[in-house]
């Protein structure tokens, strides 16, 4: 799909990208692939390569994000502190993207790892060895994903049932505090109460709903997306009375979703995605206002759904009538100030 780019010139920051190698996990997931694999397989190795070339497709990206995805884990780390090498690779991409040779756009200039919140008050030296390992690191991510339906998410996830609850795992979001750490929540839309919930037992703790907080089209919600979008909406407006929480517009090409349901053969227009995103992403605008949402591509994972310069043009749809300042705020602003990047705006 190509299409002529809106606004070129205005600044993005994009707040949630993977970089990973898939390659040596897909032995483990025998034909037929669920979905979510299925979708992945034409990237299962996700470079800096292949990011930059999106990123210079022809939007004005600034900046990026990198989220963790459990990636490039170091071994000789030891058990709770693997998940050091993924934050030591990326802080080389971040490196080789500062170089300059490579033009202005500042790729990794955040990272968000990942350190085991299960690990409760321990999780704090993992966290200290995450920091010591990038001067870019700025939070982390300790997904709660979890559905009774094992079709839904398939064999890759499945977090405890009311993991983000656990008195526990608790324990070690307050280390992830201690240390003015932010924390990126995923879960899926049923379990919405659940982030509610630690929002308001740790209101100074800044907190990401990733992904419009995930509405589910596959598997036994197939069919059900007008139905649940009452419930979904409740629960964003009650999260949104959290000062602590920001929402991240964007995850909706998911094959979870099924926005669009083709996948990416489809082909899918920016007007037609538009229209399919908008009572998702206006209601989050709506309730969380236009200086606590920022736009995000989830790449390459929202390839099963949307080309990246088509996705953003979708995004620019949605916001055709909102103030320079609004999309100012929505597009890299708010990004900026919540991970703490702000010098990329400078």
Same mark, same amino acid.
């Given at each position: 799909m190509?299409?002529?780019?809106?606004e070129p010139?205005?600044?993005?920051?994009?707040p949630?990208h993977h970089?990973?190698d898939?390659?040596p996990?897909?032995?483990m997931f025998p034909?037929?692939?669920?979905?979510?694999?299925a979708a992945?397989?034409?990237?299962a190795y996700?470079?800096?390569?292949?990011?930059?070339?999106?990123?210079t497709?022809?939007?004005n990206?600034?900046?990026?994000?990198?989220?963790?995805c459990?990636?490039?884990?170091n071994?000789?780390?030891?058990?709770?502190?693997k998940v050091?090498?993924?934050?030591?690779?990326?802080?080389?991409?971040a490196?080789q993207s500062a170089s300059?040779?490579?033009?202005?756009l500042?790729a990794?200039?955040g990272i968000?790892?990942?350190?085991d919140?299960?690990?409760g008050s321990?999780a704090?030296?993992?966290?200290d060895?995450? *920091?010591a390992?990038s001067?870019?690191?700025?939070g982390i991510?300790h *997904?709660g994903?979890?559905?009774?339906?094992?079709?839904?998410?398939?064999?890759?996830?499945?977090?405890?049932?009311g993991?983000y609850r656990?008195?526990?795992?608790?324990?070690?979001?307050?280390?992830?505090?201690?240390?003015g750490?932010?924390f990126?929540?995923?879960?899926l839309?049923?379990q919405?109460?659940?982030?509610?919930?630690?929002?308001?037992?740790?209101?100074?703790q800044?907190?990401c709903?990733?992904?419009?907080g995930?509405?589910?089209?596959?598997?036994?919600y197939?069919?059900k997306?007008?139905e649940r979008?009452d419930i979904w909406?409740?629960?964003i407006k009650?999260?949104?009375?959290?000062e602590?929480?920001?929402v991240?517009?964007?995850g909706?090409?998911?094959?979870?979703?099924?926005l669009?349901d083709?996948?990416p053969a489809a082909?899918?227009?920016s007007?037609?995605?538009?229209g399919?995103w908008?009572p998702?992403?206006?209601?989050?605008?709506e309730?969380?206002?236009?200086n606590?949402?920022?736009f995000?591509?989830n790449?390459p994972?929202d390839y =099963?759904?949307a080309d990246?310069?088509?996705? =953003?043009?979708?995004?620019?749809?949605l916001?055709?009538?909102?103030s320079a300042d609004?999309?100012?705020?929505?597009?890299?602003?708010n990004a900026?100030?919540?991970?703490?990047?702000?010098?990329l705006?400078?």
């Amino acid at each position: 799909m190509t299409e002529a780019i809106l606004e070129p010139d205005l600044p993005i920051i994009d707040p949630h990208h993977h970089l990973w190698d898939l390659r040596p996990m897909l032995p483990m997931f025998p034909e037929p692939r669920h979905h979510f694999i299925a979708a992945l397989v034409d990237n299962a190795y996700y470079t800096f390569d292949q990011l930059h070339a999106h990123l210079t497709g022809g939007h004005n990206i600034v900046g990026t994000v990198f989220m963790e995805c459990g990636a490039f884990y170091n071994g000789a780390h030891g058990e709770a502190k693997k998940v050091v090498g993924e934050v030591e690779y990326v802080n080389g991409v971040a490196a080789q993207s500062a170089s300059g040779i490579y033009g202005d756009l500042r790729a990794c200039a955040g990272i968000v790892g990942h350190a085991d919140l299960m690990l409760g008050s321990a999780a704090g030296e993992v966290l200290d060895a995450l *920091q010591a390992a990038s001067p870019r690191f700025r939070g982390i991510r300790h *997904q709660g994903a979890w559905d009774a339906d094992p079709e839904v998410l398939g064999p890759p996830f499945h977090a405890p049932e009311g993991l983000y609850r656990d008195a526990t795992f608790r324990e070690g979001i307050g280390e992830v505090g201690k240390r003015g750490l932010s924390f990126d929540a995923w879960v899926l839309e049923p379990q919405l109460p659940d982030v509610i919930d630690l929002a308001r037992a740790f209101p100074d703790q800044p907190i990401c709903l990733d992904h419009c907080g995930t509405p589910l089209g596959v598997a036994s919600y197939r069919g059900k997306l007008h139905e649940r979008f009452d419930i979904w909406r409740h629960n964003i407006k009650e999260l949104a009375l959290c000062e602590n929480v920001v929402v991240k517009l964007g995850g909706l090409a998911m094959a979870f979703c099924g926005l669009p349901d083709e996948g990416p053969a489809a082909g899918s227009t920016s007007e037609h995605l538009a229209g399919l995103w908008r009572p998702y992403i206006e209601t989050c605008i709506e309730a969380f206002g236009p200086n606590r949402a920022m736009f995000e591509s989830n790449y390459p994972v929202d390839y =099963w759904g949307a080309d990246y310069q088509v996705l =953003w043009n979708a995004f620019k749809h949605l916001t055709v009538g909102a103030s320079a300042d609004e999309k100012a705020s929505l597009y890299a602003g708010n990004a900026a100030r919540f991970y703490r990047i702000e010098e990329l705006l400078a």
